[in-house]
């Protein structure tokens, strides 16, 4: 169950544009922006044959212009369902390490020069787009999709020499504050930046009553994971998502 939490929990806090619930599984639709935010998500209990459902699924997606992607973890109803995508040509990519945290010894923080917003603005939108390279027509998803989040909202930027030079986003429920969409200047990348502006969120996270952490990492990103590893987190479980066709996200 406290696995399953999190899987709740980041369903929560990155919000695609609309959601349909079809007989326990929850189909997300984000005009592809994030494979995350337009997936579908086989978290509760199936009932329907599971052939015929997949192949409502693929017509539910194909009807929007978007490949049908599947997020298998180890909570996925039926339990057999990767097996199946598997043999109907789904391609397995992005497996990703999900880690939790303990706010109670995390290191202050020794850079303080950020900005954290509650509510999304121009000017972190701006930053981050700039530093994560998100196209023109995926700022305003971007932006609705941010907007779209219930519970409490840190939008954190790291300044050095009077520009910002790393964005992140933090998001609490339930004593638990999700990190997401980690970003540093490529031209600042390795110079503890990243772990500062972490530790910054992390610690007014636990100032708005967070008491543990969870993140998502890709698996073969060899930086992010010494990084959080450095922070304290460890993995409690893994991701990964079954693709019907190539798609660029």
Known sequence: ?????????????????????????VLRFADGYTKRANSINPI??????????????????????????????????????????????????????????????INEPKL????????????????????????????????????????KKGFVSLYYEEQVIACGLGVIEREYIGLYDIVTDINYRNRGFAEQMILNLLKWGKENGAKYSYLAVVSNNEPALRLYSKIGYSEIYKYWYRVKDSFQY
Request: proline share 3%.
């Open 44 to 105: 509760h209990y199936s009932t329907c044959n599971l052939n015929e459902k997949i192949e409502e699924c693929e017509k539910i997606y194909s009807a929007v212009n978007l490949p049908t992607t599947y997020k298998i973890t180890p909570f996925v109803h039926p339990i057999n369902i990767d097996g199946t995508l598997e043999e109907k040509g789904y391609s397995l990519i992005d497996t990703t390490s999900v880690q939790t945290l303990e706010l109670d010894n």
């Open 1 to 25: 169950m406290y696995n399953k939490l999190i899987e709740e929990l980041s369903l929560n806090h990155w919000h695609p544009l609309s959601t349909l619930l079809y007989d326990g599984w």
């Open 112 to 151: 303080t020069l950020v900005k954290i917003y509650e509510n999304i603005n121009a000017k972190w939108l701006e930053d981050f787009c700039r530093l994560n390279s998100v196209k023109g027509k995926n700022k305003s998803i971007m932006e609705r999709m941010l907007s779209n989040i219930k519970t």
